[in-house]
């Protein structure tokens, strides 16, 4: 019974009749209903049962969106498969098994970056940031990682030194007597 709940389940969210998400919803909600209503009919498979319901339950809010935003996919894979593929090139480039600094200070550029030249070669022109402004804004971003990263590096190499270095400009900044 509980197997053919699950059957049941993929068949209205693989949508093959091509329904409007509040149909589709519709559906699946009748399936849970009847599932939760005879759920000790599957036998040892009824907590199954309800960790599928409350998983669903949990899942509900962004689960019928895919079925009305035209080009939306319906699963992450195609998401997961690009950071894999970003992760394995980084990895080839740099020997790295872990994340190498760049790619953890600029890693949102970098994504995007390696994502758009391997869709096709780009010009100088095109590189050139359209919106100044925001531009400007992620490279302050990217600027005040970079120094607090910066920072760290200074405490750990000596940490007595940089306390030192932070005690005097307290002192500076304190007020007159």
């Known amino acids: ?6 059957h049941s389940a993929a068949r209205v969210l693989n949508n093959a009749e091509k329904l409007e998400a509040p149909e589709v919803e519709r559906h699946f909600q ?5 599932m939760a209503r005879d759920r000790e009919t599957a036998g040892a498979l009824a907590s199954a049962v309800g960790r599928f ?5 949990s899942y509900r809010p962004g689960l019928f969106h895919c ?10 894979n195609d998401l997961e498969q690009f950071f894999g593929s970003s992760r394995h090139h980084e990895r080839r480039a740099t020997g ?6 760049g790619l953890v200070l600029r890693g949102s550029v970098r994504l995007m970056s390696g994502a758009a030249t391997r869709l096709r070669r780009r010009s100088g022109p ?3 940031p359209r919106e100044l402004a925001r531009w400007k804004q992620l490279r302050q971003q990217l600027d005040a ?4 990263r910066r920072r760290g590096l200074h405490f750990r190499r000596d940490h007595k030194k940089y306390l030192e270095g932070l005690e005097e400009q307290a002192s500076k900044l304190a007020l007159p007597s």
Do not use: C
């Open 67 to 76: 079925y009305s935003v035209k080009g939306l996919p319906r699963t992450n």
């Open 126 to 128: 095109e590189l050139q």
């Open 145 to 148: 990682r970079r120094h607090t």
């Open 53 to 57: 319901l409350k998983v669903s339950r």
């Open 1 to 6: 019974m509980a197997f053919s709940w699950v």
């Open 30 to 34: 009748a399936l849970l209903d009847v």
């Open 96 to 101: 790295r098994k872990g994340a190498p600094l």
